[in-house]
């Protein structure tokens, strides 16, 4: 369950983070306003109403203008009008003043227009030095507004600012939280069946709440591989049975066939051509009986059909039995054999099935014998060390076609091209990964072919 735990920290680290994201992305967003469009961009004027009102200068005669570093025009660019009135509410210095408005103002009005409007026109009054600078926009281009807050209220909600973001997060989080926690338990049973799947076992989980359609699909996978293994164990059981068959009615017409050829190879009254004939047949049926054992043999080594008789013993005795039959057998009368181990593969210890293994050895044997007619020296090399015993079985023939070795080697065989016969090593190459070790084979150098079995030692060695 450590891998749905880290799913729903995500989720609700994911949820929080959302959260936040969407708060600063609302403050940044303000600030963004504020700061790019700001008062003097939001007004559309070229100089603050303040640094106007502070402009302002009295010539000696008692004229008001504004400074002399700007026109009037580029000072009030924006505005519509503007009016300077002392303090009896007099106009004493106007610009594009609107004739309606050029006259003397109560306090009543000026009280009024500086909070509202003068005539549909939004103002903005500054009080300077020589009066108060009273300055309209037209009619529409700006809303006023003029309120007033208790303190009491204003500080409650700076107070409650802190509270209130805490319970955004609340009203985030706590939501996907809870459905973080429903989907975690219906994810349980999702991730148990897929342990009972991956272990092949049926599954049959409920199909309920937001995972229905998953565990929908999980239940049509554990069924469909149900009856898909029912189907293969039905033809693996066929095909063991059809060779068991094959191997066991064989045996009565080969067994006449190695007795006739017999006799009449070992008939003085026949010629010599006869004889000759004689024994060949005796060789192809001994060959035929060679491949229908190793049929046999390959198919139980992979459906697990055959056991294995594990005893320890020396692996020296196993491998110098081995090239003693095989030059004795007649094989290698073309081949020389040169045989060399270590004084570490001479003591080491293997916990194997020493019929198999024999086996295996004859295979890599006969295999360069019977690969090169006309003869090749073959080496058997072993040696022991980091708890691996490596016997390597090399000769000088013709080495393996480029298709076998591919093959062996585990790429795809091309379908357009026969498929290699490559039973017997096939064969030791089983019979290595039933031992928990393994074959490499290559092409030796300069050339030939060459092996190299790999098996683990026992946990203790021979003295």
Not at 224 to 243: F, K, S, V, Y
Not at 255 to 283: K, M, N, T, V, W
Not at 375 to 403: K, N, Q, S
């Amino acid at each position: 369950m450590r891998t749905l735990g880290r799913l729903i920290r995500r989720y609700v680290l994911a949820g929080v983070g959302i959260a936040v994201g969407i708060l600063l992305l609302n403050l940044a967003i303000f600030l963004g306003i504020v700061i790019l469009v700001g008062y003097r961009q939001a007004l559309h004027l070229d100089y603050f109403p303040s640094d106007i009102a502070e402009s302002f200068t009295r010539e000696a005669d008692g004229t008001l203008h504004p400074g002399s570093e700007h026109t009037p025009e580029e000072w009030f660019a924006g505005f519509a009008w503007a009016m300077m009135l002392d303090d009896e509410g007099n106009v004493i210095w106007r610009y594009r003043l609107p004739a309606e408005l050029d006259h003397p103002y109560t306090t009543r009005e000026v009280v009024s227009f500086s909070r509202w409007y003068l005539e549909d026109y939004p103002v903005m009054c500054y009080l300077t030095d020589y009066g108060a600078l009273v300055m309209g926009r037209e009619p529409g281009s700006l809303n006023r507004y003029n309120f007033y807050m208790s303190s009491e209220i204003s500080n409650t909600l700076l107070s409650a600012i802190r509270p209130v973001l805490l319970a955004d997060l609340l009203v985030i989080v706590l939501p996907c939280a809870l459905f973080a926690w429903a989907l975690h338990r219906r994810l349980q049973g999702v991730e148990s069946g897929l342990q009972e799947l991956a272990a092949g076992r049926p599954v049959q989980i409920r199909e309920k709440g937001a995972t229905a359609a998953l565990a929908r699909q999980l239940n049509q996978t554990s069924e469909h591989l149900r009856r898909q293994e029912a189907i293969i164990a039905r033809r693996d059981a066929a095909r063991t049975d059809w060779i068991a068959g094959v191997s066991h009615d064989i045996r009565t017409p080969l067994s006449l066939i190695f007795g006739y050829a017999e006799r009449l190879e070992q008939d003085p009254a026949l010629p010599p051509a006869q004889r000759a004939c004689a024994g060949a047949i005796r060789a192809q049926g001994q060959t035929i009986r060679d491949l229908i054992e190793d049929l046999n043999l390959t198919s139980k080594l992979e459906y697990g059909a055959q056991p294995l008789r594990r005893a320890r013993q020396g692996a020296a005795p196993l491998l110098r039995q081995a090239v003693t039959d095989f030059c004795n057998s007649g094989q290698g009368e073309h081949c020389g054999v040169e045989f060399a181990l270590t004084p570490a593969a001479e003591s080491a210890v293997l916990d194997a099935d020493s019929a198999l293994l024999r086996r295996a050895f004859a295979n890599l044997l006969g295999n360069s014998a019977r690969h090169n007619p006309g003869g090749c020296d073959i080496t058997v090399r072993a040696d022991a060390a980091d708890g691996w015993l490596e016997i390597t079985f090399a000769d000088t023939g013709a080495g393996y076609p480029p298709a076998v070795l591919a093959v062996l080697n585990g790429a795809e065989p091309d379908p357009e091209t026969p498929a290699p016969h490559i039973l017997g090593l096939h064969i030791v190459e089983q019979i290595a990964r039933a031992h928990g070790g393994r074959a490499v084979f290559a092409q030796n150098t300069p050339r030939g072919a060459r092996c190299l079995l790999s098996l683990p030692l026992a946990d203790v060695q021979a003295p």
